[in-house]
């Protein structure tokens, strides 16, 4: 089975674009959650969607926004970008939300890089 | 808020060795999960094992083990029979299984396997 798929895998933008990230989750898995990744640092928590709602807000600006559609896919989008939003934006998907040792899986990031 | 360390930036040791990557966490919930996963260059998050805050025995999975302390907030992961594959960025995680129950990740551990 595939696993969590990202596109694109790179991204150059400017500062003041718009940006949108997605991600396909396994098979099954009803949960996604971003992550993101600053060089040199841990994940950091964004969003989480569960059944096309919002479980679960990371403290990012509004700039940051994201939604889940109905075959689970989800997109992350963020406006206005900054040069500190270079990163590696990570999706991670699992079947259910916050359900006792449910594993998040990872997909392979999208490396963003804001000039 | 919950909080994780990882105090060891880096670490090298010898093919065929065993290796002990450290973490303490604090939370103030009672119920909660600890993960480890590999981040290779390629960016992608490789899980690697879990433990539950009520788990009785150390987790472990093939050559991966968790020292799980609850007392001592520790959950240290040791990798036996190190492998030149094993090098990577290794991250400690816990999610609290109340809330957003999001993962907070540590800032990652280097290791270095040695030939």
């Known amino acids: 089975d595939a696993g969590v798929t990202q596109s694109p895998t790179h991204l150059i933008k400017t500062r003041g674009q718009h940006v949108t990230l997605r991600c396909s989750p396994i098979?099954?898995?009803?949960?996604v959650s971003w992550y993101q990744q600053v060089l040199g640092q841990g994940p950091q928590f964004i969003f989480q969607y569960y059944e096309k709602e919002e479980r679960g807000r990371g403290n990012f600006p509004d700039r940051f926004s994201a939604r889940q559609f109905p075959n689970y896919s989800s997109e992350l989008n963020v406006n206005a970008l900054l040069l500190g939003d270079s990163a590696l934006y990570l999706c991670a998907s699992r079947f259910l939300p916050g359900t006792g040792g449910e594993t998040q899986y990872f997909g392979p990031g999208t490396r963003l890089l804001v000039l | 808020a919950q909080k994780i360390t990882q105090t060891q930036p880096g670490m090298f040791v010898q093919e065929k060795e065993a290796v002990t990557l450290d973490c303490t966490y604090d939370?103030?919930?009672?119920?909660?999960?600890l993960f480890w996963y590999k981040q290779p260059s390629s960016g992608e998050m490789i899980f690697l094992i879990y433990?539950?805050?009520?788990?009785?025995q150390n987790a472990t999975e093939g050559r991966y083990s968790l020292n799980f302390q609850k007392a001592r907030k520790s959950a240290n992961l040791v990798i036996s029979a190190s492998q030149l594959g094993d090098s990577a960025m290794y991250f400690c995680a816990m999610r609290e299984n109340t809330g957003r129950r999001a993962l907070t990740f540590g800032s990652g551990t280097r290791l270095q396997v040695q030939p």
């Open positions: 098979s099954g898995h009803k949960s």
């Open positions: 939370t103030s919930d009672p119920s909660y999960g």
């Open positions: 433990q539950g805050s009520y788990d009785q």
